[in-house]
């Protein structure tokens, strides 16, 4: 080398990671250009998680904060009836004043789709649950958000605040993904094999109502419930009844072991009830006398309030629910009594080619048969999909162009079926929302533009509450409440006042109300 020439102080490469080094650091050390941040600690707790799970995709980000509104957990029974032995009971706390309905959820959003109807056996059960008496049951049946109760644990969260609650509602008898959780409610679980279409052992379609089944025969496999905060009074645990069916144990707060047979003459669904003083923990366990399949408990309290199911499961479509045993889902569901059947697919089908199509259309009207035929008084809501974003040519987030095809499908399903609907595309913003909410601060969706964050997933649920709100409230005669900034509305003569009311604004959960009123209906 010439001694003229200088030597660069770094070798080009070496140059050149720096640089990139330097500029992948300033959106971090510079708090103005966040939004230029490659990763975030809500990117990275996803697949983190999704290591200790099965399947390998990952699906969400779950975080367990309080409730946004407070839980209102209805007062136990005085002297109640119990089978199974239980150590001194919890104390129940003081039920929290009723957050008032105008409060409950969006002001705006999108409106609940329901020309028929459809709604008005679920409503009135509502309005006696509103008036003091009842439980209503809602099984939201979903995909990997309601895995971790996402969307599902607030608009549980803000039902039953309003309304007041009657216990935390459906749980599955193990963790089939590492995510998998429920707000209010720990989880622990090991020794079981799972079974469900969405894995290679199916157990021929035996999988309970949410479509995933467990199976043990040592007694060392082990699932333990405890709720966080409420107690529970009444138990159910489900399991599938078949030839040579092993024992399983259930064991309340620590208390006496009771023994539950699963032999039966042929497959069906069987049921464990109990009513107990109020308690906390539930844990089961095979006995070792043979194999047991279970399916989950239902954890539930007197009302009068509101259960809401988190019936999620990863990678679920419509597909999978009609690949589970006809006989047995339906003998599930109508075993768990729900008054409102909520149905929120369609994130995944918009990957799969010939989605949607006339198969599609046809498998949604065979499972909202099999619903109609195991509870036909309940009401049944289609929920369409959330947003889907994909990266366009220039780069920008676009929305998948599958995602409104499946939106109208679903849309005509429901009024060839006499269901009610909800867009959740439309009410969450339509074209270009997860572009949208990857842009905001916070992030409201993950950087695959599919699953929300949980601040994202807690907006979806005010939307669709708010949406349900407004519902009900129209079919009881009333004005839905304003949104923020709007004028507020003249109050209505005394002459216009629905019976029993004088003029003013519409009573709200847990104000007296006149005994004689009459039950609205369409």
Same mark, same amino acid.
Request: no cysteine; aromatic share 6%.
């Given at each position: 080398m010439d001694a003229g020439r200088l030597r660069p102080l770094l070798p080009r490469r070496d140059a050149l990671a720096l640089l990139l080094a330097a500029g992948f650091a300033l959106p971090y050390a510079v708090p103005s250009l966040s939004r230029f941040r490659a990763l975030r600690a809500e990117d990275l707790a996803r697949p983190v998680r999704s290591l200790s799970g099965r399947p390998s995709v990952p699906l969400l980000v779950f975080t367990d904060p309080e409730p946004s509104e407070p839980q209102s957990p209805a007062t136990p029974p005085a002297e109640p009836a119990a089978s199974v032995l239980s150590p001194a009971a919890p104390a129940a706390p003081a039920e929290p004043p009723r957050i008032p309905l105008s409060r409950l959820g969006e002001p705006s959003g999108g409106?609940?789709?329901?020309?028929?109807?459809?709604? *008005?056996?679920?409503?009135?059960?509502?309005?006696?649950?509103?008036?003091?008496s009842g439980v209503v049951r809602i099984s939201h049946f979903g995909d990997s958000p309601l895995t971790g109760d996402l969307i599902s644990g607030e608009a549980r969260a803000r039902l039953q605040a309003a309304f007041g609650s009657a216990g935390h509602g459906f749980v599955l008898a193990g963790r089939p993904w590492g995510w998998y959780g429920h707000r209010g409610l720990s989880i622990a679980s090991s020794g079981w094999r799972f079974l469900s279409p969405l894995f290679s052992s199916g157990n021929g379609g035996h999988c309970?109502?949410?479509?995933?089944?467990?199976?043990?025969?040592?007694?060392?496999?082990r699932t333990v419930l405890r709720l966080e905060k409420e107690a529970?009074?009444?138990?159910?645990?489900?399991?599938?009844?078949?030839?040579?069916?092993?024992?399983?144990?259930?064991?309340?707060? *620590?208390?006496?072991? =009771?023994?539950?047979?699963?032999?039966?003459?042929? +497959?069906?669904? &069987?049921?464990?009830?109990?009513e107990v003083p109020p308690a906390r923990s539930l844990a089961l366990w095979p006995k070792g006398d043979g194999e047991v399949v279970l399916y989950g408990a239902v954890l539930e309290r007197d009302g009068p309030g509101v259960v809401y199911d988190a019936l999620g499961a990863n990678g679920a479509s419509v597909h999978f629910l009609s690949l589970l045993d006809a006989a047995g889902w339906e003998s599930a569901l109508s075993l768990r009594g729900s008054d409102l059947v909520v149905v929120g697919l369609g994130t995944n089908e918009? &990957?799969?080619?010939?989605?949607?199509?006339?198969?599609?259309?046809? !498998?949604?009207? =065979?499972?909202?048969?099999?619903?109609? +035929?195991?509870?036909?008084?309940?009401?049944?809501?289609?929920?369409?999909?959330? *947003?889907?974003?994909?990266?366009? !040519?220039?780069? =920008?987030?676009?929305?998948?162009?599958?995602?409104? +095809?499946?939106? !109208?499908?679903?849309?005509?399903?429901?009024r060839a079926n006499g269901c009610a609907f909800f867009d959740t595309f439309a009410a969450m913003g339509g074209e270009g929302t997860m572009g949208r909410w990857f842009a905001t601060e916070p992030r409201l969706v993950t950087g695959d533009f599919t699953h929300t964050t949980k601040t994202g997933s807690d907006r979806v649920a005010r939307v669709f509450v708010g949406a349900l709100t407004r519902a009900y409230?129209?079919?009881?005669? !009333?004005?839905?409440?304003?949104?923020?900034?709007?004028?507020?509305?003249?109050?209505?003569?005394?002459?216009?006042?629905? *019976?029993?009311?004088?003029?003013?604004?519409?009573?709200?959960?847990?104000?007296?109300?006149?005994?004689?009123?009459?039950?609205?209906?369409?």
């Open positions: 409106e609940v789709e329901d020309p028929t109807g459809e709604l *008005d056996r679920f409503f009135e059960r509502l309005e006696a649950v509103r008036r003091g309970g109502l949410a479509g995933v089944a467990f199976a043990a025969s040592a007694p060392s496999a529970f009074t009444r138990l159910q645990v489900s399991f599938l009844v078949r030839p040579g069916g092993g024992t399983f144990v259930v064991s309340v707060d *620590d208390g006496r072991p =009771e023994e539950v047979s699963t032999a039966g003459l042929e +497959r069906a669904t &069987g049921s464990f009830d109990r918009s &990957g799969y080619a010939g989605i949607p199509g006339p198969r599609y259309e046809r !498998e949604y009207a =065979e499972v909202i048969g099999r619903v109609r +035929r195991a509870l036909p008084l309940a009401s049944v809501l289609l929920m369409a999909p959330m *947003d889907r974003g994909t990266r366009g !040519e220039t780069g =920008e987030v676009v929305t998948m162009p599958s995602i409104p +095809r499946i939106v !109208e499908a679903q849309r005509r399903v429901a409230l129209s079919w009881r005669g !009333e004005q839905a409440p304003p949104a923020p900034g709007s004028p507020a509305p003249a109050p209505p003569s005394p002459a216009s006042a629905p *019976d029993g009311q004088q003029g003013g604004a519409p009573a709200e959960p847990g104000a007296e109300r006149p005994e004689d009123q009459k039950a609205p209906g369409r």
